[in-house]
């Protein structure tokens, strides 16, 4: 079964930083597109970036460039996102999802579970 | 980046109504379009991918249609289990956009 398991929630103060991560399994971790996606609670999805796990090339929406750091380990076949000093508006569910697809186009499936992040002094 | 605008932003229906819902990109996309639901809760599942195609388990009640900049998606008879919120999502550039999501409730 393809999955995609994320770590559990964060509660952080602001200026702190996080890394979370999802960790991809039954399927060749390398060879597929992993994209991040944020939902700010109660508001609908936002794409963050997308990362090639065998290579580590990685893509960012203009919306976070800078804001946030995308990485992955594929010895462990796990990808992560990152803040270096956390915000208050960073509150929000994070979902990793595996980008499939081929010519006619790239879907995201499976996604994560999502990670709660809660940023509060 | 291509600005993907659903409408309605929410509706109301009865259970074995037909809904549809719209879609529309701010350039031509093809047919590189997705449609996912999400309830509550949970993560978000692909429905319909490439406009058209249906993603193997999801029942046929549910279609999918366009190409270009308007897309549609149709629910052809409501099912209780069908009430959430619907998203587009264009894969035309490698910069994915998202549409603003359509909530359906039950009326």
């Known amino acids: 079964e393809v999955q995609l398991v994320q770590s559990g929630a964060e509660v952080k103060k602001p200026g702190e930083s996080l890394r979370i991560s999802c960790k991809g399994s039954?399927?060749?971790?390398?060879?597929?597109?992993i994209g991040w996606v944020r939902q700010m609670p109660g508001k609908g999805l936002e794409w963050m970036g997308i990362i090639y796990p065998g290579d580590s090339e990685t893509r960012y929406s203009p919306s976070f460039q800078g804001q946030v750091t995308i990485s992955a380990d594929k010895s462990i076949n796990t990808a992560y996102l990152q803040w270096s000093s956390l915000k208050a508006s960073d509150t929000a569910m994070y979902y990793c999802a595996r980008r499939g697809g081929d010519s006619h186009g790239h879907w995201f499936d499976p996604w994560g579970q999502g990670t709660l992040v809660t940023v509060s002094s | 980046d291509i600005q993907m605008t659903q409408s309605p932003s929410s509706l109301s229906a009865s259970v074995g109504d037909r809904v549809t819902i719209t879609c529309r990109a701010s350039?031509?996309?093809?047919?590189?379009l997705n449609w996912y639901q999400q309830k509550p809760g949970k993560a978000p599942k692909v429905l319909i991918y490439a406009a058209s195609s249906l993603q193997s388990g999801v029942p046929s009640r549910f279609s999918g249609s366009g190409s270009g900049t308007d897309f549609t998606l149709t629910i052809s008879s409501l099912q209780p289990e069908d009430f959430a919120t619907y998203y587009c999502q264009q894969s035309y550039s490698i910069l994915i956009t998202f549409g603003q999501g359509t909530r359906l409730e039950i009326k």
């Open positions: 350039q031509s996309i093809s047919s590189y």
């Open positions: 039954g399927y060749s971790f390398t060879n597929y597109w």
